[in-house]
């Protein structure tokens, strides 16, 4: 029998599909204002102002519809530069929610025996005691922008809540508080004390 040999065969052939023309638009509600100056969108509503940097993505992004609608264009785009348009408009989609209703993450602390005593300083920095019987003290650094506050254990024990705009820094800090207690050298089937996401909500309740 034969072998195929040269460059017909489809290992030698790579034939990469790319789109003329792709589009992701994104239309902005009546009290946010979009700008984009050089792929850089800035976001402002009731909440305040946020600001992210695109120009590392080589895309056109521009204001249509009177200002009303974010368009993003790429031309002989891979199906890498499609999703990353959509991701784009993802990101400015979040921005808006953030400066209309802001984010708000609830985390409650589970232990079995050894209760976790967790304080906040008036610097933002989250201090954990007592995990696992531990005399270790952990600290967390809460990221700019967001509020940290201890829930009244009156209505709810053993809860923090973490509120801002930036929906990044807002998950970004509860994955650090989530981190800095994680059970090392234990069966995590058995040993499930941590500090955890319980809730994910909007800090202004849309009417």
């Known amino acids: 029998m034969g072998t195929v040999t040269g460059s017909n065969s489809a290992a030698d052939v790579l034939v990469v599909m790319r789109k003329i023309h792709v589009v992701e638009t994104l239309d902005v509600p009546e009290d946010v204002k979009v700008t984009v100056k050089r792929r850089l969108?800035?976001?402002?509503?009731?909440?305040?102002?946020?600001?992210?940097?695109?120009r590392h993505d080589r895309y056109d992004m521009f204001m249509d519809k009177n200002g009303r609608r974010l368009r993003v264009?790429?031309?002989?785009?891979?199906?890498?530069?499609?999703?990353?348009?959509?991701?784009?408009?993802?990101?400015?989609?979040?921005?808006?929610?953030?400066?209309?209703?802001?984010f708000k993450y609830k985390m409650r602390f589970a232990y079995a025996h050894f209760p976790i005593?967790?304080?906040?300083?008036?610097?933002?920095?989250?201090?954990?005691?007592?995990?696992?019987?531990?005399?270790?003290?952990?600290?967390?650094?809460?990221?700019?922008?967001?509020?940290?506050?201890?829930?009244?254990?009156?209505k709810v024990k053993d809860e923090i809540v973490l509120t801002g705009n930036n929906l990044e820094e807002v998950s970004r800090s509860a994955a650090d508080i989530h981190q800095s207690i994680l059970v090392r050298a234990k069966d995590i089937r058995k040993f499930l004390d941590g500090i955890y996401v319980s809730a994910k909500e909007a800090v202004d309740v849309e009417a």
């Open 41 to 54: 969108v800035t976001v402002t509503g009731k909440r305040g102002t946020l600001a992210r940097s695109f």
């Open 73 to 102: 264009e790429a031309w002989f785009a891979k199906q890498a530069d499609c999703a990353t348009c959509k991701t784009i408009t993802t990101h400015v989609s979040n921005m808006i929610k953030g400066v209309s209703v802001g």
């Open 117 to 154: 005593n967790v304080t906040i300083t008036d610097d933002k920095v989250v201090e954990i005691r007592n995990f696992l019987g531990e005399k270790f003290v952990r600290r967390v650094t809460v990221r700019p922008g967001v509020g940290i506050e201890r829930t009244d254990p009156t």
